[in-house]
């Protein structure tokens, strides 16, 4: 069955030391792996995706099929960087699959 | 230009009555989903449209969930008769075909409260 597992429900850093939001997955195939994130009173938005290998906001996640996993990472983290991050999986548009959330919380 | 909408924003009603959720989408997104997020639990997948057709409603969890797309526009939800297990955000996301790594553009959500 597919299924997406975010090991962690809060996750609280100090803001310039390096964060790193876990996800891993099972899946039979080869999905799509996103990652999502909802600020404060806004609403749920793709931050990046694995198959464009792109850096947003300073985010980067690396899919790494021998262990499932899709890890979020930045090195510095900032106080805007708080916000619920959601990781999913989806077969090409279909069969959407969203974990449970990590609560990132970035300290002054 | 206009992201997905969801109306209403917040709905309150007492079990056994009937609620429509309506979502539109972004203007030529032939692909338009449905989740819930019910409280302390994951956001779950209910159904897809691709246009006004149902591609996937392996995610509705009875027949008491009734969705529709027609004419391939905007979506309703209905919940008939809602009981408290479905209190909930209710979210709407839409999506361009074609190609790999759909974009999903959500809307900001119904929050439903059964009493």
């Known amino acids: 069955a597919q299924r997406v597992t975010q090991p962690e429900k809060l996750l609280s850093v100090f803001k310039g030391a390096p964060v790193e939001l876990k996800c891993n997955y099972s899946?039979?195939?080869?999905?799509?792996l996103f990652w999502y994130v909802q600020y404060s009173r806004q609403r749920l938005q793709l931050l990046l995706r694995h198959i464009s290998r792109e850096s947003i906001k300073g985010f980067t996640a690396d899919l790494n099929k021998g262990e499932t996993s899709f890890h979020l990472k930045k090195p510095f983290a900032q106080e805007e960087d708080s916000a619920m991050y959601y990781c999913a999986l989806s077969n090409y548009g279909q069969n959407f699959v969203f974990g449970p959330g990590t609560r990132l919380s970035v300290l002054p | 230009e206009a992201g997905v909408t969801q109306f209403p924003s917040h709905s309150v009603i007492e079990k056994g009555q009937t609620v429509t959720l309506r979502c539109d989408p972004i203007?030529?997104?032939?692909?338009l989903y449905w989740y819930r997020r019910v409280m302390g639990k994951e956001i779950k997948f209910l159904l897809h449209?691709?246009?006004?057709?149902?591609?996937?409603e392996s995610g509705m969890p009875n027949n008491r969930f009734l969705a529709e797309r027609t004419g391939g526009t905007y979506s309703t939800l209905k919940v008939q008769p809602a009981e408290l297990e479905d209190s909930g955000v209710y979210f709407c996301?839409?999506?361009?075909?074609?190609?790999?790594?759909?974009?999903?553009?959500f809307g900001p959500g119904t929050r439903l409260t059964v009493t």
């Open positions: 899946y039979s195939g080869s999905p799509e």
């Open positions: 996301a839409s999506s361009l075909s074609g190609g790999a790594g759909y974009e999903q553009y």
């Open positions: 449209f691709v246009k006004e057709s149902k591609q996937d």
């Open positions: 203007s030529g997104h032939d692909n």
